[in-house]
């Protein structure tokens, strides 16, 4: 079993920045792709960005600019900085890992996700 522990979301003012932080842990050998989802208000779930275990990044064009994702492979977290928010950023956002398993655990790969962290924006 894996599990994911999201932290950092919170009540934040219009331009301020906030870190978000999800550590995986649980038994696998290690972790693929990591990325951050968000579901705003009255929209279905969308990728904000996601990195992979070389640390190449790739963002949505919202957060293009204004937000990063790193991770720390020895820590098995990835972690989300948001900067310069903005009241429609306000949303559950939402960690994704693809994780791989040994071959004496049976091999192969699985993805989870976190609960989500609530980010508000307030005006």
């Known amino acids: 079993q894996v599990q994911l522990e999201e932290s950092g979301g919170g009540l934040v003012h219009v331009g301020e920045p906030l870190r978000l932080s999800c550590a995986a842990s649980g038994r696998f050998a290690g972790i693929n792709d990591m990325a951050w989802y968000r579901q705003v208000p009255e929209k279905e779930r969308e990728l904000v960005a996601t990195?992979?275990?070389?640390?190449?990044?790739d963002y949505a064009t919202f957060a293009e600019g204004r937000f990063v994702i790193v991770r720390d492979n020895l820590k098995n977290t990835v972690y989300l900085g948001m900067n310069t928010l903005k009241p429609e950023d306000t949303g559950v956002y939402y960690c994704h890992v693809q994780v791989f398993f040994s071959p004496v655990s049976g091999g192969g790969e699985s993805s989870y996700w976190g609960r989500g962290t609530q980010v508000t924006v307030s005006a």
């Open positions: 990195v992979s275990k070389d640390g190449r990044a």
